[in-house]
Every structure is written in structure tokens, then in C-alpha cells.
């Protein structure tokens, strides 16, 4: 890490990935019970408050599967 911190001039963290992938798999609708899981949270608030960042893409997306903006209804 450091020789890789010294050549690039980023101040990395392993942890970036990590990051990455929970986020990424909560964007993909992976439940968050399940990236908890994985990553090792005792506590789902854990998960949901470090790595649930929600984007007004993320809430469109959520929106127009629930049938928002699309003109179509979903039934239940």
C-alpha cells in the first residue's frame, strides 16, 4: 500500500473497495439484510447509514420500477 500511495499520489485505502462494492450492490437491489451480512455488520443501521447512499438516480430508478414517470400502474 504505501508503494502504491508514494507512486500515485492518492492517499489510498483498501477499504475504497469495500466501500464500492457494498454501494454498488445496494444499487443492483441486492436486499441490504444480505450486504450486512456480508460485510459482517452486527446491525443492519450500520450498513444502511455507512453505505446507503441514495442519489436522485437511485430514487428515480426505484420510482419508475414502481411505476412512477412510466404512465403505468403496478398491481398489487
Known amino acids: 500500500m504505501r508503494r502504491l500511495r508514494r507512486r500515485t499520489a ?3 485505502d483498501p477499504h ?6 457494498a454501494t454498488r450492490m445496494l ?3 441486492v436486499p441490504i439484510e444480505i450486504v ?3 460485510l459482517g455488520h452486527a ?4 450498513t444502511s447509514s455507512v453505505y446507503g447512499h441514495l442519489t436522485v438516480e437511485d430514487a428515480r430508478k426505484a420510482m419508475e420500477a414502481a411505476g412512477w414517470f ?3 400502474e403496478v398491481q398489487l
Open 27 to 29: 444499487r443492483d437491489g
Open 10 to 12: 492518492i492517499d489510498f
Open 43 to 46: 446491525d443492519v443501521t450500520t
Open 36 to 38: 450486512s451480512k456480508l
Open 70 to 72: 412510466t404512465g403505468r
Open 16 to 21: 475504497w473497495y469495500r466501500h464500492t462494492a
